[in-house]
């Protein structure tokens, strides 16, 4: 882990196109800003964790879908 000291107003670029600016620090929080490209997901880690979590779940039942959905294909062909 790469660790990195910044004041207010400060900032890192990750790669060409990302840039993390420290925007507030209060106490033992500390408030970033994050500027990215729109087709870039930006998200808290817990908030990613679940995401990722749901797909998992949804992966699980996709195949079943998908061989239904495989079936109706085919019976609408000419």
Known sequence: MLVLARRINESIMIGDEIE???VD???DQIKL???APRS???HRAEVYK???DQNKEAAKT???SLEGLGKLLKKKKP
């Open 20 to 22: 993390v600016v420290v």
């Open 40 to 42: 870039v997901s930006v």
């Open 33 to 35: 800003g994050i500027r």
């Open 50 to 52: 679940e995401i990722q």
């Open 25 to 27: 620090i209060k106490g």
């Open 62 to 64: 996709t195949p079943q």
